[in-house]
Protein backbone atom coordinates (compact mmCIF):
# COMPACT_ATOMS: atom_id res chain seq x y z
CA UNK A 1 0.00 0.00 0.00
CA UNK A 2 0.87 3.75 -0.38
CA UNK A 3 -0.84 6.51 0.52
CA UNK A 4 -0.26 10.17 -1.57
CA UNK A 5 -1.16 13.35 -0.66
CA UNK A 6 -0.83 16.44 -3.80
CA UNK A 7 -0.69 20.07 -2.75
CA UNK A 8 0.63 22.83 -4.60
CA UNK A 9 -2.69 23.95 -6.59
CA UNK A 10 -3.90 27.27 -7.21
CA UNK A 11 -5.82 30.18 -9.22
CA UNK A 12 -3.36 31.39 -11.50
CA UNK A 13 -3.11 33.95 -14.84
CA UNK A 14 -1.97 32.84 -17.96
CA UNK A 15 1.95 32.87 -18.22
CA UNK A 16 2.09 32.14 -14.64
CA UNK A 17 3.82 28.87 -12.75
CA UNK A 18 2.80 26.72 -10.58
CA UNK A 19 4.88 23.37 -8.42
CA UNK A 20 2.50 20.49 -7.69
CA UNK A 21 4.18 17.84 -5.09
CA UNK A 22 3.04 14.40 -4.04
CA UNK A 23 4.34 12.86 -1.66
CA UNK A 24 4.16 9.48 -0.89
CA UNK A 25 4.15 7.08 2.76
CA UNK A 26 3.67 3.59 3.21
CA UNK A 27 5.52 0.73 0.94
CA UNK A 28 9.19 1.06 -0.07
CA UNK A 29 8.62 4.59 -2.57
CA UNK A 30 11.60 2.98 -4.48
CA UNK A 31 9.37 0.08 -5.79
CA UNK A 32 6.52 2.83 -8.11
CA UNK A 33 6.60 4.80 -11.28
CA UNK A 34 5.09 8.20 -10.20
CA UNK A 35 2.87 10.00 -12.95
CA UNK A 36 0.37 13.28 -13.10
CA UNK A 37 -2.69 12.84 -14.67
CA UNK A 38 -5.40 15.62 -14.75
CA UNK A 39 -9.41 15.84 -15.11
CA UNK A 40 -10.04 18.62 -16.96
CA UNK A 41 -14.09 20.60 -16.12
CA UNK A 42 -16.54 18.11 -17.94
CA UNK A 43 -13.89 15.65 -19.54
CA UNK A 44 -12.48 12.24 -18.57
CA UNK A 45 -9.07 11.98 -16.10
CA UNK A 46 -6.00 12.19 -18.83
CA UNK A 47 -2.23 11.08 -18.17
CA UNK A 48 -0.03 14.28 -18.01
CA UNK A 49 3.79 12.71 -16.87
CA UNK A 50 5.37 9.66 -15.62
CA UNK A 51 9.02 9.25 -14.30
CA UNK A 52 10.51 5.81 -12.82
CA UNK A 53 12.82 5.43 -10.08
CA UNK A 54 16.52 6.95 -11.20
CA UNK A 55 14.34 9.66 -13.52
CA UNK A 56 16.00 7.88 -16.57
CA UNK A 57 12.58 7.04 -18.29
CA UNK A 58 10.29 9.73 -18.02
CA UNK A 59 6.98 10.20 -20.49
CA UNK A 60 5.22 13.80 -21.02
CA UNK A 61 1.52 14.10 -23.06
CA UNK A 62 2.04 16.20 -26.46
CA UNK A 63 0.23 19.16 -25.05
CA UNK A 64 2.58 19.53 -22.18
CA UNK A 65 6.24 18.77 -23.33
CA UNK A 66 8.68 21.89 -22.93
CA UNK A 67 6.41 23.35 -20.33
CA UNK A 68 5.75 20.73 -17.46
CA UNK A 69 9.11 19.40 -15.67
CA UNK A 70 8.28 16.27 -13.87
CA UNK A 71 10.36 14.84 -10.95
CA UNK A 72 11.23 13.10 -7.91
CA UNK A 73 13.10 13.12 -4.74
CA UNK A 74 13.88 9.88 -3.29
CA UNK A 75 14.99 10.89 -0.30
CA UNK A 76 11.79 12.47 0.91
CA UNK A 77 9.30 10.38 -1.38
CA UNK A 78 8.08 13.30 -3.20
CA UNK A 79 7.18 13.61 -6.92
CA UNK A 80 6.71 17.10 -8.47
CA UNK A 81 5.09 18.31 -11.26
CA UNK A 82 6.86 21.83 -11.98
CA UNK A 83 3.98 23.55 -14.47
CA UNK A 84 5.66 26.73 -16.72
CA UNK A 85 3.69 28.92 -19.18
CA UNK A 86 0.34 27.96 -17.91
CA UNK A 87 -2.52 27.96 -20.32
CA UNK A 88 -6.16 28.26 -19.40
CA UNK A 89 -6.62 24.84 -20.97
CA UNK A 90 -4.58 23.40 -18.05
CA UNK A 91 -7.30 24.25 -16.08
CA UNK A 92 -8.16 20.85 -14.13
CA UNK A 93 -8.18 18.68 -10.93
CA UNK A 94 -4.36 17.14 -10.91
CA UNK A 95 -3.74 13.75 -9.17
CA UNK A 96 -0.74 12.03 -7.92
CA UNK A 97 -0.57 7.96 -9.16
CA UNK A 98 1.73 5.83 -8.95
CA UNK A 99 2.04 2.17 -9.72
CA UNK A 100 4.09 -0.64 -9.19
CA UNK A 101 6.88 -1.54 -11.81
CA UNK A 102 5.57 -4.72 -12.52
CA UNK A 103 2.12 -3.52 -13.55
CA UNK A 104 0.43 -1.90 -16.57
CA UNK A 105 -2.77 -0.38 -13.79
CA UNK A 106 -2.20 2.33 -11.28
CA UNK A 107 -3.23 1.17 -8.51
CA UNK A 108 -2.72 3.85 -6.15
CA UNK A 109 -4.26 7.36 -6.44
CA UNK A 110 -4.27 10.97 -4.36
CA UNK A 111 -7.14 12.90 -3.71
CA UNK A 112 -6.57 15.64 -6.30
CA UNK A 113 -5.60 19.52 -6.52
CA UNK A 114 -7.64 21.77 -8.44
CA UNK A 115 -5.33 24.35 -11.01
CA UNK A 116 -7.16 26.94 -11.97
CA UNK A 117 -5.91 29.08 -14.92
CA UNK A 118 -7.42 32.28 -15.70
CA UNK A 119 -6.93 34.18 -19.19
Known amino acids: QVQLVESGGGLVQAGDSLRLSCAASGRTFSSYIMGWFRQPPGKEREFVAS????????AYIDSVKGRFTISRDNAKNTVYLQMNSLKPEDTAVYYC????????????WGQGTQVTVSS
Open 97 to 108: AARLMDSRSWGY
Open 51 to 58: INWSGSAI
